[in-house]
């Protein structure tokens, strides 16, 4: 009886230990990169890649790429952030769902055309913004995941 009662304290305790792990587990911070390029006016576009793992783990990661075009004295103009999710196992990798989200900071500026898709381990998106005096950016992004998760 009491061998019986050793082990099933024993296996409560494993049981709990486990449970507190896997708690533990999901807390996990999202990682980011950024890039910058540059135009001939001085202007220039930031690129921002945030990636958040759903959990250790899983298999599945969710990214964002932040696109924020800025003017030359680093004043934001608009922004285009792609989103996506994707699914790996270490053989292959494939994006289960894109969105998007547009943001215009100076006025003047519009969003005039976007568009969204995703096939096979990307996702993309365009949009096009036009602003006073005939501007137009027109912002072409991607996200990629390869077998093993790595986001770029």
């Known amino acids: 009886m009491v061998k019986r009662c050793c082990r099933f ?17 999901d807390t996990v911070e999202p990682s980011s990169s950024q890039d910058v390029i540059y135009f001939e006016d001085g202007s220039y576009l930031e690129i921002e890649i945030v990636v ?3 959990s250790p783990l899983s298999s599945i990661k969710e990214a964002e790429k932040i696109y924020t075009y800025k003017t030359f004295s680093g004043e934001n103009i608009v922004s285009y952030t792609l989103f996506g999710r994707f699914e790996y196992d270490g053989t292959t990798s494939e994006s289960v769902y894109v969105d998007y989200r547009a943001a215009i900071y100076k006025s003047g500026w519009d ?10 381990n990307k996702v993309s998106g365009t949009a096009t913004f036009s602003g006073p005096n005939d501007a ?9 995941c390869d077998k093993d998760g790595r986001i770029s």
């Not at 494993?14 to 708690?23: M, N, P, V």
């Not at 969003?111 to 096979?120: C, I, K, N, R, V």
């Open 136 to 144: 137009s950016k027109t912002i072409i992004g991607s996200i990629s």
């Open 111 to 120: 969003l005039e055309h976007h568009d969204e898709g995703f096939a096979g």
């Open 52 to 54: 958040s793992p759903v």
């Open 9 to 25: 304290v024993v296996a409560v305790l494993f049981a709990l230990s486990c449970c507190i792990c896997i708690a533990f587990a």
